[in-house]
Structures are given as structure tokens and as C-alpha cells.
């Protein structure tokens, strides 16, 4: 089901350890997005794909229901490359290799193996906030001998953007089994996204038009818990996107 293969996992450590190092330090100032119209369309097309990527679901947990008195609530971080310097340039006024998005999440156990979630978050200095929900359940809730095994549907919006609206939808599949105080988990779904230029950025000689990237995106991660303390680390590539979240906080 899996084929984390293609991930080119050499490439990850260095993510990974940013996404980690970013939880920890403060993060950059950077330009605000305010000339998205100076794009042409063969350049908003990337800069669509890497703003799906990036403001897309990630949940940062392993398949395993929470149960109808369990809790998730996190602070942490993802890291995620762009696919080309010069859109964000552009934009931005700066150009920009990978992107930074804080975040705070929480998730919510019901009855029946069912999972509700939900995060908000922001790419600081650029005027992006966005918020997203999630509805997970576990076709497998996973004991000493079979792993879980859940199904995803999550959807974001962009928000504190005047020239752009954007919205991402996503449905995906994972895998995980715990190991003492580990649980490995890894998965693979399929993203959504919807990039419509506003009235403000179509003032150009060449009006920019709504781009709808549809991207795969694979995942691999671990989850470490003490008592009632978690730390998560995942990478991921969505569509041409590579990217690495961390996640700490409270799990039980």
C-alpha cells in the first residue's frame, strides 16, 4: 500500500533536524505577499503547488484511536521545500527556498474509533494564517499482534490574505504499531488544493487564472511517549515537495 521508495530519504535528515531546530528558536521576519499579480501564470503554477503543499493537512499522529476520553494537544512546526526560488521572489520580494509554518493542534477521541481534530497556524511575515479540520477512523484499532490501520479526510483554509484564497481538501491512509514507547506509523493520500487570485491581484495585463493542484502525498514517522508527554517526527513529499514536521505536547 506504502511505497516510500520515491521519498529520496537521504535527503531528509537536514529537514528533519530543521523542522526540530525551528521549535526552538525564533522564527525569521519576512516580507509580506502583497504582488502576486506581477506573476505570470507559468509562475503562479509552482507558487500554487508549494502553497498546497505546505498549508495542507498534516496531523503528525500515529493511526491509533485516541478513545472517547482521549486527548492530543501540540505546539510544533513543519518545514517544507519550495520547487522554485524566483515565484516567491516575486511575491514576496524575497526569494525563498523552503517555508516555515508554526502551529498549534489538537485532536479529540469519540466513540467508535473515531478521531476529530482540528489546527491553526501562520507562515510568519507574509501574512498567511490558515486553520484546518480532520475526521479520522481507524478500520483497525491495533493491539499487541496487528498494527492500526486509519483513514483521513482533512480539509484547510487560507485566511489574512488579500490577494489570494485558498483552500486544500485531502483523504489519505496510515499504518502504525506501537513498539514500547514508540510507534513507528507511515502512509500515503492523495491532496486537493484550490488557488484563486482576488480582485487586487488581477490588475496586470494578463489576469491570473485559479490553479487546482492534485498532489500524493507520502509519510513516514515516529512518535515517542512518556506518561503523558509526546514527541513526533515525520517526513513527507507532497507532489514534488519535500518536508519534515515536529510535533510536542500532550497525548493520552
Known amino acids: 500500500m506504502i511505497a516510500l521508495a520515491n521519498l529520496r530519504l537521504a535527503r531528509y535528515p537536514r529537514l528533519a533536524l530543521a523542522a526540530f531546530a525551528f521549535a526552538g528558536t525564533p522564527l ?6 502583497d504582488d502576486i499579480g506581477s506573476l505570470s501564470q507559468a509562475q503562479f503554477k509552482p507558487f500554487s503547488r ?11 499522529t500515529p493511526a491509533e484511536p485516541l478513545g472517547i476520553t482521549g486527548f492530543d494537544v501540540g505546539v510544533g512546526v513543519s518545514v517544507m521545500q519550495t520547487d522554485t526560488d524566483l515565484p516567491w521572489g516575486i511575491a514576496l520580494g524575497t526569494e525563498k527556498s523552503y517555508l516555515t509554518v508554526p502551529r498549534i493542534s489538537l485532536q479529540k477521541g469519540l466513540p467508535f474509533d473515531v478521531d476529530v481534530g482540528g489546527f491553526y497556524a501562520t507562515i510568519p511575515g507574509t501574512g498567511i494564517q490558515f ?13 499487541v499482534a496487528l498494527p492500526a490501520i486509519a483513514i483521513r479526510a482533512a480539509t484547510t483554509k487560507l485566511t489574512g490574505l488579500e490577494q489570494l484564497d485558498l483552500d ?3 483523504l489519505e491512509r496510515t499504518v502504525s504499531k506501537g513498539l514500547l514507547n514508540f510507534t ?26 485559479k490553479e487546482s493542484p492534485d498532489m500524493v502525498r507520502v509519510f513516514a514517522g515516529l512518535n515517542f511517549s512518556v506518561f503523558l508527554g509526546s514527541l513526533a517526527i515525520e517526513v513527507e513529499k ?8 515536529t510535533k510536542i505536547g500532550i497525548r493520552f
Request: net charge negative.
Open 238 to 245: 507532497t507532489g514534488d515537495n519535500l518536508g519534515a514536521s
Open 168 to 170: 486544500t481538501r485531502s
Open 50 to 60: 508549494d502553497l498546497v503543499s505546505a498549508l495542507s493537512y498534516k496531523s503528525i
Open 28 to 33: 525569521e521576519s519576512w516580507a509580506e505577499i
Open 184 to 209: 513507528p506509523y507511515a502512509g500515503m493520500g492523495k491532496v486537493w488544493g484550490e488557488v484563486t487570485p482576488q480582485k487586487s491581484a488581477l490588475s496586470g495585463i494578463a489576469p491570473l487564472s
Open 131 to 143: 486553520f484546518g479540520a480532520e475526521v479520522k477512523y481507524a478500520l483497525v484499532e491495533g493491539n
